[in-house]
């Protein structure tokens, strides 16, 4: 984390590589799963706003939670993030905020509406910024937040992902 300032670039090269197979395995699961029900409401440029803006929010409120809490200041100088969690947790909160009683089939649970995935995605997280991956389930937390309060601004006539879009001139 000391050599940001530097490195900036990782705030967003981070989101693309993972922790061994498993963790890319399931972020690309979800990211699959969830990212098509994204897609049959709104346009790509919005999902890559979303995905990008998500991933961004979460290594920003990872810095800030390992340079604000006093329980993290021994752990600064190691403290790393790598993963899409961010990013796909962003697009999961924006879907479960766009379409919440849409349902999904579960393996074991059955259906579950995604307001519900959701809002227990975020528990868990809430409940691991006491863990050892506390900087992983802070991170998700931006990307949760980033998701959630896009899809509220869209709703009322605001798409921030027109940043994206090309320019005529």
Do not use: C
């Given at each position: 984390?000391?050599?940001?300032?530097?490195?900036?670039?990782?705030?967003?090269?981070?989101?693309?590589?993972?922790?061994?197979?498993?963790?890319?395995?399931?972020?690309?699961?979800?990211?699959y799963w969830v990212g098509r029900i994204f897609l049959d409401f709104l346009k790509p440029r919005?999902?890559?706003?979303?995905?990008?803006?998500?991933?961004?929010?979460?290594?920003?409120?990872?810095?800030?939670?390992?340079?604000?809490?006093?329980?993290?200041?021994?752990?600064?100088?190691?403290?790393?993030?790598?993963?899409?969690?961010?990013?796909?947790?962003?697009?999961?909160?924006?879907?479960?905020?766009?379409?919440?009683?849409?349902?999904?089939?579960?393996?074991?649970?059955?259906?579950?509406?995604?307001?519900?995935?959701?809002?227990?995605?975020?528990i868990l997280d809430l409940i691991g910024t006491a863990s050892i991956n506390a900087g992983g389930?802070?991170?998700?937390?931006?990307?949760?937040?980033?998701?959630?309060?896009y899809i509220k601004v869209l709703q009322n006539g605001t798409d921030w992902s027109n940043l994206?879009?090309?320019?005529?001139?």
């Amino acid at each position: 984390m000391e050599k940001l300032p530097t490195r900036f670039y990782t705030i967003l090269t981070y989101q693309f590589f993972h922790e061994g197979f498993l963790h890319l395995l399931f972020n690309m699961l979800w990211l699959y799963w969830v990212g098509r029900i994204f897609l049959d409401f709104l346009k790509p440029r919005q999902f890559h706003f979303v995905y990008l803006a998500g991933g961004f929010a979460g290594a920003i409120l990872f810095a800030l939670a390992f340079n604000i809490f006093p329980v993290f200041i021994s752990s600064i100088s190691g403290a790393s993030i790598i993963g899409s969690s961010a990013a796909v947790m962003a697009i999961i909160v924006a879907t479960a905020t766009l379409v919440p009683d849409y349902s999904i089939r579960l393996l074991l649970l059955g259906d579950v509406k995604l307001k519900y995935l959701a809002i227990a995605y975020i528990i868990l997280d809430l409940i691991g910024t006491a863990s050892i991956n506390a900087g992983g389930s802070f991170a998700h937390i931006g990307g949760a937040i980033v998701g959630f309060t896009y899809i509220k601004v869209l709703q009322n006539g605001t798409d921030w992902s027109n940043l994206l879009r090309k320019s005529l001139s």
